[in-house]
């Protein structure tokens, strides 16, 4: 876990390419984690770029890191917010 919040850190402390970061999975929903701005206007306060991605499809999102180490994520598709533990995502390592 500690490993986790240490990529995320360190993938927006800036002069980093645009990759995904962290990645969570459960009942055929994928959820991707970037290091990139979030593209939604109507956010404010989740600043990085989220994916959802089930049955073929893809949508846009954002998220955030709250301090009990949670991801908030907010989506475009339904306009809902999710809220998970951090433990949910395995870092990705672009080498």
Avoid at 25 to 47: F, H, M, Q, R, Y
Avoid at 82 to 90: E, S
């Amino acid at each position: 876990m500690r490993l986790l919040i240490a990529l995320l850190l360190i993938s927006f402390a800036g002069g980093l390419h645009a990759a995904v970061v962290a990645v969570g999975e459960s009942d055929g929903v994928k959820i991707s984690l970037t290091n990139e701005p979030c593209k939604l206007e109507v956010v404010a306060n989740l600043p990085f770029r989220a994916t959802w991605e089930e049955k073929g499809k893809s949508y846009e999102g954002c998220y955030g890191i709250s301090p009990l180490r949670l991801v908030m994520a907010y989506f475009s598709t339904d306009k809902t917010v999710a809220v998970m533990p951090i433990q949910m995502f395995k870092p990705v390592t672009n080498t």
